[in-house]
């Protein structure tokens, strides 16, 4: 018998790894659904738009970078659920999500609050993002100063968000209500920053170990 040529050094990528996984694809597709879907009769195009550009300018970057830079398939899990928030915001318009108004009722609320779960997961999802950036491509390690500085990545991206919603007052005026989706709460932009903040820290402290484990598998630090 001829003996079995010994392994290559160059062996393909297992499924686990960053090319091998179906993650990306199926969190491409789901993304691409919600948007498509959402933006048949939306309440209003201007503002659907508006709500949607993250997912339209999110979707092309992922594309682009999939093969250089690969995410973990719990990031592109999260990345999906994220994109299906904003799409439905964005149909809907956030004050008016049904979803909104049926906890609204079930609880006895005085107000539709699906708009402070898109907060919540504003700050829930770009932490991951940022701490899976900041491991594999900084000098930083898993730690205190990582934890701080992903929260305050997540507080900065939810502050630029306010400017873009302050923007979009002083350039649409009433045309940008829906876009404010402030339902006369004068603390809004408050509540929206302190539930991105919540939404960093639990991120950090609920997912950080499995984000670990994936990026040990993906050859990450």
Known sequence: MRPSPAPSPHHEPT???PRGSRAGP???????????VSGIGPKDRLTWLMEVAPVLVGVPVLVATRRA?????????LLAVHAAILCLGGHYTYAEVPL?????????????????LGHLTQGFVPALVAREVLLRT?????GRWLFVLVTAVALAISALYEFVEWGAAFALGQSADAFLGTQGDPWDTQ???????LGAMAAQLTLARSQDRQLERF???
Request: hydrophobic share 55%.
């Open 26 to 36: 199926i969190a491409l597709a789901v993304a691409l659904l919600a948007l498509a």
């Open 219 to 221: 050859g990450g630090r």
């Open 138 to 142: 900084s000098p930083l390690r898993r």
């Open 100 to 116: 909104g108004f049926w906890v609204r009722d079930a609880l006895g609320l005085a107000r539709n609050h699906y708009d402070r």
């Open 15 to 17: 499924p686990t790894g």
């Open 191 to 197: 509540w929206d920053m302190f539930l991105a903040f």
């Open 69 to 77: 830079f690969p995410l973990t398939p719990l990031l592109y899990a």
